[in-house]
T-cell receptor, first 110, second 116 residues
Framework: EDKVVQSPLSLVVHEGDTVTLNCSYEVTNFRSLLWYKQEKKAPTFLFMLTSSGIEKKSGRLSSILDKKELFSILNITATQTGDSAIYLCAVQGGSEKLVFGKGTKLTVNP | GAVVSQHPSWVICKSGTSVKIECRSLDFQATTMFWYRQFPKQSLMLMATSNEGSKATYEQGVEKDKFLINHASLTLSTLTVTSAHPEDSSFYIC????????????FGPGTRLLVL
């Protein structure tokens, strides 16, 4: 059965800190790994990773995938209070279905 | 970019009634739509996969007679919660798959259901 495990489940930091969120997975016929940010409503897309070792970057956020060790990290540098959210990792296997982890709740205090 | 809408965004109903939630892909055709449920402080759980013109595929533990899914066109899927009970109160989110999309799936804004 496909599985996604995120850590930590919860994280509290101060503005300006750098955080690293972890996602490990087990999936049959890996197709892609996706990161989403969820605030009060539905998740919004951040990154899709399909190849090992290639960093994806968007502003202060970056992510990388290791297909050999079956994990991905999401980095956020110089955190801001607006980064407070639940960050979800999902993997897509042989079908189009996404399997989500439980998420990491990030709280950034001023 | 691709947009997925859901209607209604909020619904309150009495126990025993049925509620229909619509999911529309506004500017692309979605051969596949997914329905998720999210309980407070939990992750999204896939309920079913809806393919246009065919029967939905339900995940283990999801009652297909209770959660009726219809995907009659390439832009519309509906989820009907039949004989809703308080334990069905949840956040229901749909997503639409577009193979040409680099994001793979676009999420609707979600529907908050409260069953009294």
């Amino acid at each position: 059965e496909d599985k996604v495990v995120q850590s930590p489940l919860s994280l509290v930091v101060h503005e300006g800190d750098t955080v690293t969120l972890n996602c490990s997975y087990e999936v049959t016929n890996f197709r892609s790994l996706l990161w989403y940010k969820q605030e009060k409503k539905a998740p919004t897309f951040l990154f899709m990773l399909t190849s090992s070792g290639i960093e994806k970057k968007s502003g202060r956020l970056s992510s990388i995938l290791d297909k050999k060790e079956l994990f991905s990290i999401l980095n956020i540098t110089a955190t801001q209070t607006g980064d407070s959210a639940i960050y979800l990792c999902a993997v897509q296997g042989g079908s189009e279905k996404l399997v989500f982890g439980k998420g990491t709740k990030l709280t950034v205090n001023p | 970019g691709a947009v997925v809408s859901q209607h209604p965004s909020w619904v309150i109903c009495k126990s025993g009634t049925s509620v229909k939630i619509e999911c529309r892909s506004l500017d692309f055709q979605a051969t596949t739509m997914f329905w998720y449920r999210q309980f407070p402080k939990q992750s999204l759980m896939l309920m079913a996969t809806s393919n246009e013109g065919s029967k939905a595929t339900y995940e283990q533990g999801v009652e297909k007679d209770k959660f009726l899914i219809n995907h009659a066109s390439l832009t519309l899927s509906t989820l009907t919660v039949t004989s809703a009970h308080p334990e069905d109160s949840s956040f229901y989110i749909c997503s639409a798959g577009a193979w040409t999309s680099r994001e793979t799936q676009y999420f609707g804004p979600g529907t908050r259901l409260l069953v009294l």
